[in-house]
């Protein structure tokens, strides 16, 4: 949709906003400039249809030409105003109509904020973020639901999605990679909700992971060397404890020689090698038709000759095909799952597995997982905020009808300090894992060292 087009959409919400039979829609915030807004944007629509031969509504481009477009038209039409608008106002009001215009209405100052990492607009009148791994509630407002629809819609859109009443959810991306997750009424009872899990413009490395405390250097090389030596790897944990930017980094250990295919609801990931080829799922249409499912991008991604297969996420009957795809040469796959614990993650893979629909033993799944998986990856969010990587545990085989795992770092927490900060260590737990013999086959080389405790 062009940029024109949406705007001349977005001019329905200047209108009185009514509720079932009829009834005006409570107000979330009243906005003395709201009138003076709606006459700058219908000009602003007005000129840029004029100056559409000027290249305005051109795909690429430039947003700071667009920017002092907008700020030049709506000088001019407070120029005109009866009563005189204070500078202060023209500032503040010149920016909410650039981030309206331009932008994400409200919540656009909160996604340029690079210390805020989550933003969730629970309702019109109430917007909360995090912060340093704390939610906090912010003073933003929008003017009433139909407005979070606009911005929900404005999202959406240009990745062929749709949010209606009989599809009131949605998983969609900003352009810079974010990660957006709306629902809508009926569904949401207090009007439209939207979650965005933002992601830095750059790219974590390992190093700021290391300074945050998430990890120590040992346990790095450590991931590293299973990286680079074809590990299978599930990395799992909680909502929120980190999991895609751990992803993230140890895809950035795969040589830049090998062919990787990404696997996602919602494309997110950040790869930064050359030879990515990145697949994403399609939901249904307005017939209910067309859907691709996570499924069958694994199937058709064996297709395509991958050295390795990076699935987002596993949730369901999809995580049959990632450990059928670790069983059968493509070593050094990577995926993420919610679980509470490496134990707890290995039984989730088992019911996801039953999810498939085959009538497979317990047993056969269970000698599938064991076979395919060599590192369970724990991440947690603890409670002052901080990620911390809890476990590295190695899936070492089977006994009888149990898969046997074996820790081999975990963090100790020892309580909080005087400022309710964690307080723990790293630890080796003195075990050489199994897979070492693994490693030197692909010519990686680990001190013994590494395992000691100190």
Not at 31 to 54: A, Y
Not at 329 to 344: E, K, V
Request: hydrophobic residues 40%; contains cysteine.
């Amino acid at each position: 949709m062009s940029l024109l087009k949406r705007l001349e959409a977005q001019k329905k919400i200047e209108q009185p906003v009514q509720g079932k039979d009829n009834k005006p829609v409570t107000l979330a915030k009243i906005d003395p400039f709201q009138s003076l807004k709606g006459r700058i944007h219908k000009r602003i629509v007005d000129e840029m249809s004029l100056e559409e031969s000027k290249g305005l509504t051109d795909k690429n481009v430039d947003k700071k030409i667009l920017e002092d477009f907008v700020a030049r038209v709506a000088n001019v039409v407070m120029d005109e105003e009866t009563l005189p608008v204070m500078r202060g106002d023209r500032s503040r009001v010149i920016i909410e109509v650039v981030d309206e215009v331009l932008g994400f209405g409200p919540i656009d100052p909160l996604l340029k904020d690079d210390s805020i990492s989550e933003v969730m607009v629970n309702s019109a009148n109430q917007v909360y973020v995090e912060r340093k791994g704390k939610l906090v509630l912010t003073d933003v407002r929008f003017r009433d639901d139909a407005h979070v629809m606009q911005v929900i819609e404005k999202i959406v859109a240009p990745l062929g999605r749709r949010i209606d009443e009989s599809s009131p959810m949605v998983d969609a991306r900003l352009p810079d990679g974010s990660r957006v997750n709306a629902i809508i009424p009926p569904l949401a009872l207090r009007g439209p909700c939207i979650t965005i899990r933002k992601f830095a413009k750059d790219p974590l490395q390992i190093a700021q992971l290391i300074e945050f405390g998430t990890l120590t250097q040992e346990m790095a090389d450590f991931l590293r060397a299973c990286v680079e030596g074809k590990l299978n790897i599930v990395v799992s944990g909680g909502t929120g404890s980190g999991k895609t930017t751990t992803l993230n980094i140890l895809s950035s250990f795969i040589p830049d020689d090998e062919r990787i295919v990404t696997i996602e609801d919602a494309a997110e990931l950040q790869l930064r090698q050359e030879h990515v080829v990145k697949l994403e799922t399609r939901p249904a249409n307005i017939e209910g038709k067309g859907a691709i499912s996570m499924r069958e991008l694994v199937k058709n991604s064996l297709r395509m000759r991958p050295d390795r297969i990076v699935v987002g996420e596993v949730r369901s009957g999809e995580a049959l095909d990632m450990l059928q795809a670790m069983n059968t040469g493509h070593d050094g796959s990577l995926t993420t799952g919610h679980a509470n614990s490496p134990r707890d993650m290995i039984s989730r893979l088992e019911t996801m597995v039953l999810m498939a629909g085959l009538d497979l033993p317990v047993k056969a799944i269970r000698e599938q997982i064991a076979s395919a998986v060599d590192l369970v990856l724990q991440q947690s969010r603890l409670q002052d905020g901080s990620r911390r990587i809890t476990h590295l545990t190695e899936v070492q085989g089977m006994e009888g009808d149990v898969i046997t795992l074996q820790d081999i770092f975990i963090f100790e927490q020892r309580g909080k300090d005087e400022n309710n900060k964690i307080i723990g260590n790293f630890r080796p737990t003195g075990i050489r894992p199994k897979f070492i013999d693994k490693l030197i086959a692909n010519g990686i080389h680990l001190s013994n060292e590494i395992f000691w405790s100190k």
